[in-house]
């Protein structure tokens, strides 16, 4: 009889979860960041299988939005979960990587309730006309109108 445990440590995972599981990696990698984080959130609910590929993701040479997906699931964790997320999340920060980095750095700023810094790189200006614009006449008040032509 089997207790679901091996001597490794590790349990046994059935052909469901680990098919579960291949499909949400494969989500995670999507170019789409609301596919990837969809599959982010559903990682952070799988405890050691999603925090293991949640790192890897964010950790390993992916795409910026599967790094800003895996944080976003990092940070979704709860439970007993949550302080493992935290610390990977905090190991990041002195990773050699820039896009782990600011991942990193906005996710914690989010945790923390602090409003992540935006970068000015990507804003658009609004151009204001040196003309005069176009002012419709203002409607007489009912005290102004002439009842008597």
């Not at 559903?42 to 997906?69: C, M, N, P, V």
């Not at 309730?113 to 419709?136: F, I, N």
Request: with cysteine; hydrophobic share 25%; proline share 3%.
């Amino acid at each position: 009889m089997s207790s679901g445990k091996d001597n490794s440590g590790e349990y046994e995972r059935d052909e469901r979860t680990i098919k579960l599981l291949r499909e949400l990696r494969e989500k995670l990698h999507s170019r789409n960041i609301s596919t990837a984080r969809v599959a982010a959130y559903q990682l952070s609910w799988r405890q050691e299988d999603g925090l293991l590929i949640l790192k890897e993701a964010l950790f390993g040479d992916y795409e910026r939005t599967t790094k800003k997906a895996a944080a976003y699931g990092k940070r979704s964790m709860k439970g007993r979960m949550f302080k493992l997320a935290t610390e990977t999340i905090e190991q990041g920060l002195k990773h050699r990587d820039k896009t782990t980095k600011a991942a990193c750095i906005k996710c914690l700023a989010i945790m923390k309730g602090e409003a992540p810094k935006k970068s000015g790189g990507g804003s658009k200006r609004r151009v204001t006309s040196t003309k005069s614009s176009y002012k419709p006449k203002s409607k007489p008040k009912p005290d102004e109108i002439n009842y008597n032509r």
